[in-house]
């Protein structure tokens, strides 16, 4: 079954609007998430790596204050695409590992993101 | 040049046949080699696993890779119409999977 769980899986929003995505970890605490996105027939790009209790780390071309990461908890993290645009518009997905069991990373199933 | 180089497809075969996908890279310090399957609107599913060189076998699936060239593979035996998707080949350096380097991935349709 699922090990890691996104919500919404779709989300329509206007342009200058906020839209928040969660990402929960199933049946296991993970300190380290990691936010990825992904345009039509393009790989997947790392974005950003969520930590619990500090501050995110952003990749290079990220904007931080467009994309603001939280991760409360060991358990969730969120992704908050702030005063979004149509170029926002595109397919987020997270991930995060079960330090318990040594695999590398699980993913959810991606929330589709159009802003019109 | 790209770090990791996929051919994106589509790859169409009839059902039964052997598929092979396959990435080459530039970065030598990737030791970790993971096949990923994902579906149309989903996020991708972890298939294979490897570390460093040689071969693992997972029922239907092989994954190789050959560091010494910088190529690995991933090999589906007897491919059925479920089989159809898009793998993606991900690398990292360090163990665990943490920052994976993506290859655009290879669309794959199995034919009846």
């Known amino acids: 079954g699922a090990v890691v769980s996104q919500h919404p899986s779709w989300v329509i929003c206007k342009s200058g609007t906020s839209v928040k995505i969660e990402c929960r970890s199933l049946?296991?605490?993970?300190?380290?998430m990691f936010w990825y996105r992904q345009f039509p027939k393009q790989s997947l790009m790392l974005m950003a790596t969520s930590n619990e209790g500090s501050k995110a780390t952003y990749e290079q071309g990220v904007e931080k204050d467009k994309f603001l990461i939280n991760h409360a908890s060991l358990t969730l993290s969120t992704l908050t695409v702030t005063s979004a645009h149509p170029e926002d518009s595109s397919f987020y997905i997270c991930?995060?590992?079960?330090?318990?069991?040594?695999?590398?990373?699980?993913f959810g199933n991606g929330t589709r993101l159009t802003v019109t | 040049q790209k770090e990791v180089e996929q051919d994106p497809g589509p790859l169409s075969v009839p059902e039964g046949a052997i598929v092979s996908l396959n990435c080459t890279y530039s970065n030598s310090a990737f030791q970790y080699f993971m096949w990923y399957r994902q579906y149309s609107r989903k996020g991708p599913e972890l298939l294979m696993y490897t570390y460093s060189s040689g071969n693992k076998e997972d029922g239907r699936f092989t994954a190789q890779v050959d560091k010494s060239s910088k190529y690995i593979s991933l090999f589906i035996r007897d491919s059925q119409p479920s089989d159809s998707a898009t793998y993606l080949c991900?690398?990292?350096?360090?163990?665990?999977?943490?920052?994976?380097?993506f290859g655009t991935g290879t669309q794959l349709k199995v034919e009846l």
């Open positions: 049946d296991f605490q993970a300190t380290t």
């Open positions: 991900a690398m990292s350096e360090t163990g665990g999977g943490n920052k994976l380097t």
């Open positions: 991930s995060a590992r079960d330090p318990g069991s040594g695999s590398p990373l699980h």
